[in-house]
């Protein structure tokens, strides 16, 4: 029992460092990067790439949070907390999604003022540090895509998709910049629409996230595949006749599993015990999603309830 706890405490160590790493680098480069747009931007005169700026300064702050959260996410279960503070992590992960929608706003406002204002077309180089984002945001959402699924953070996946949009943001302003620069008698005005669509993708973006993490706050049941392969791992142990109940509600980086076991009736409660913990650590070893297991023993054959799960 204390080596599995003690391997349990060295994964989830090892997850946050390196959801730690992943934060450091995006939190670096998006700083790169928002710098550099909001610099060139305004020396170039373009409201794209400065609004694309601002987004990427904000991802800076969202990968702060996402660090700080997988920090507390980390810590070991205590007295107030018997489930751990995995929870933080995914609270991390709804206000990334509440401050996007909120930067996006202010993108699309900001974007829209003075478009009827005569000004100069932007300048060619304008395009550069838009071209350098959509390539390492490619390299970054990619990275935290394969990262936020190994270690099961929805913080992480969140700026994932973050990163993502980053993309698609970017490319929308280097369109929105090429047009103004191919016709500006015709589309001046381009620079400041493209803008204003830069921080409308990032509001669906944070509406996105908030519904994504508002489930698991919701102890919403992971998928029947998942469950399935809670109920096969279980059903392994000898004495496990049947599952009656499966229940299962994501904590942070993993899931705490209820399960309901059937063993023979004749059993000894001692015997049924037996059988209760072996199923748990069966559970915990064959699935490293699964923080812990709550084993409930009922008698098989019995008049329980016998429902999907």
């Known amino acids: 029992m204390r080596n599995g706890v003690a391997v349990h405490s060295l994964e989830m160590a090892s997850a946050e460092n390196l959801g730690r790493r992943v934060s450091l680098i995006s939190m670096a480069v998006s700083g790169g990067l928002a710098v550099a747009k909001l610099v060139i931007g305004w020396m ?85 540090p838009l071209i350098a984002s959509v390539v390492m945001k490619g390299i970054l959402s990619t990275y935290k895509f394969k990262v936020g699924r190994k270690i099961g ?26 047009l103004t620069l191919y016709d500006p008698a015709r589309f001046l005005a381009a620079d400041h629409y493209g803008g204003a669509a830069v921080g409308l993708i990032v509001i669906v973006l944070g509406f996105q996230v908030i519904r994504e993490t508002g489930l698991t706050l919701m102890d919403t049941m992971p998928d029947d595949g998942s469950i399935g ?60 999603w699964v923080a812990d297991v709550l084993v409930h023993v009922e008698p098989h054959g019995g008049c329980g309830y016998h429902g999907k799960h």
């Open 153 to 178: 953070s929805s913080a992480l996946r969140a700026d994932a998709w973050n990163d993502t949009v980053d993309i698609l943001s970017g490319s929308v302003a280097l369109v929105a910049v090429g």
């Open 44 to 128: 170039a005169g373009s409201n794209s790439v400065m609004a694309d700026g601002v987004e990427s300064a904000g991802d800076v702050v969202a990968s702060g949070f996402i660090l700080f959260g997988l920090w507390v996410a980390a810590r070991p279960p205590d007295e107030n907390h018997p489930y751990g503070h995995g929870r933080f992590e995914t609270l991390t992960g709804l206000a990334v999604g509440i401050g996007l929608a909120m930067i996006g706003a202010l993108i699309s406002w900001r974007s829209l003022q003075d478009i009827g204002a005569d000004h100069s077309p932007p300048q060619l180089y304008a395009i550069w």
């Open 229 to 288: 392969e809670i109920r096969a791992s279980a059903l392994q142990v000898p004495g496990a006749l049947d599952v009656e109940k499966c229940f299962a509600r994501k904590t942070g980086l993993r899931y705490h599993v209820d399960l309901h076991l059937e063993v023979d009736p004749e059993l000894t409660v001692l015997q049924g015990h037996a059988i209760a913990e072996e199923v748990r650590n069966q559970v915990r070893q064959d699935l490293d």
